[in-house]
């Protein structure tokens, strides 16, 4: 069994995460953090894992995480690169849902995140936890960054078409929109019912800390540059993100094929068949990725959809799915979920 601390229990991630380990054959959770709410038993505050998680909430200094073989960091932004040398000296592994490992050029980290890298030698040897790219470097990770909520849903769509070089990279456009969840469990006015409910806006268009982590990803798939227009949107659901991708042909291929080939091998990749429009509904609750590409009219104009859960194939599944291949598991083990409908 594999000795497991969270740090973050009470955040969406963090609650997800539980819910993904609690019925996870090989994972014994020994520790979950909390500042605030500090020995209150998990399941007072999430009912939903009475019966599965008999833990109370600990502080973080409480929580002896050195003893653990692997600790999730379900925390803001700049949390986990202040633990990551003491864990890593002392033989943990850590999977960090944040973002503080994902961008390997630290000044250009520093400059979207608007702090200083308190770990910058450690950045080098983070792997960027996309399994449908990083499979093998995964294996052997200490630190394991796992990719942002947008950044997966993109990557994973235009991923076939920008490794095999069939588009004008030039100009690939973004178009996405994430539920609310996406923006965590803290309060804030913009995520207020009477804000967030029956509306509809895009926000970030000048720039979003995601675009240089997707065009980090994109350029290490097409092994040159690539011009990225991300435009974020916020949309009156809970779970969910709905990117929309635009990418023009410079190949006249047959992009279904292409699609189907590439992640024929992917157990939570699926292409759905030509016509599709995939639903966030689809793959709620679940670690899927769900994909349909289009030729609007046979233009040389591709159109692809790609739906994830924004927590679980975009933060605590694909970081279980991470895990699993860190500890030589099955990588499906844990996440064999069909997705909730309605
Ligand atoms: N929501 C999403 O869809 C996604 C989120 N992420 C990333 O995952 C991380 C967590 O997100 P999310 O769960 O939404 O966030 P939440 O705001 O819902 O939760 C944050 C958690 O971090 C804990 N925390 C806050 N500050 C500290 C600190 N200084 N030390 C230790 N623990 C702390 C809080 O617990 P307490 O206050 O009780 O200690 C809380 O449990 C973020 O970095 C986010 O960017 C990534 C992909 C998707
Ligand atoms: C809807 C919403 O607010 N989404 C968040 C992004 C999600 C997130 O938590 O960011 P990481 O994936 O980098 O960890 C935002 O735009 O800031």
């Not at 700049?78 to 503080?100: F, K, S, T």
């Not at 895009?202 to 011009?227: F, N, S, T, W």
């Not at 190949?251 to 080939?261: A, R």
């Not at 349909?292 to 859960?309: F, N, Q, T, Y």
Request: charged share 20%; net charge negative; proline share 5%.
């Amino acid at each position: 069994m594999i000795k497991i601390g969270v740090v973050g229990g009470t955040g969406y991630t963090g609650v997800e995460l539980l819910r993904l380990l609690a019925r996870h054959p090989e994972a014994n959770l020994v520790a979950i953090t909390s500042r605030g709410d500090a020995g209150m038993p998990v399941c007072d505050m999430f009912p939903s894992l009475r019966g599965r998680v008999d833990l109370r909430f600990v502080t973080p200094q409480d929580a002896a995480l050195d003893r653990c073989d692997v600790v999730f960091f379900a925390t803001p932004n700049g949390i986990a690169m202040q633990q990551a040398r003491e864990l890593v000296d002392a033989g943990v592994r850590l999977i960090d849902l944040a973002a503080d490992f994902r961008i390997r050029d630290v000044a250009e980290w520093e400059k979207w995140y608007g702090m200083k890298h308190a770990s910058p030698e450690l950045v080098a040897e983070a792997v960027y936890g996309l399994p449908e790219r990083n499979r093998e470097r995964i294996r052997s990770a200490r630190i394991l960054a796992n990719p942002g909520c947008y950044p997966t849903a993109v990557q994973l769509g235009f991923l076939p078409l920008v490794e095999s070089g069939v588009v004008d990279l030039s100009h690939l456009i973004a178009d996405v929109k994430s539920g609310v969840s996406g923006a965590g469990r803290k309060a804030e006015v913009h995520t207020l019912f009477a804000e967030a409910a029956d509306n509809f806006k895009a926000y970030a268009v000048a720039g979003h800390r995601h675009l240089p982590e997707i065009r980090q990803g994109l350029e290490a798939m097409a092994g040159q540059g690539v011009g990225l227009t991300f435009v974020p949107h916020l949309t009156p659901m809970i779970r969910g993100i709905h990117a929309t991708l635009y990418a023009r042909l410079s190949t006249d291929v047959n992009v279904q094929k292409l699609f189907e080939e590439r992640y024929q091998d992917e157990l939570f990749v699926d292409v759905l068949p030509t016509g599709s429009h995939p639903e966030t509904r689809s793959v709620r609750a679940s670690n899927l990725c769900r994909v349909a590409v289009h030729r609007p009219h046979g233009s040389d104009v591709v159109v692809v959809l790609s739906v994830i859960d924004n927590l679980v194939k975009g933060a605590a599944g694909q970081a279980v799915q991470c895990m699993n291949i860190m500890f030589e598991l099955d990588e499906s083990l844990g996440l064999d979920i069909v997705p909730v409908s309605p």
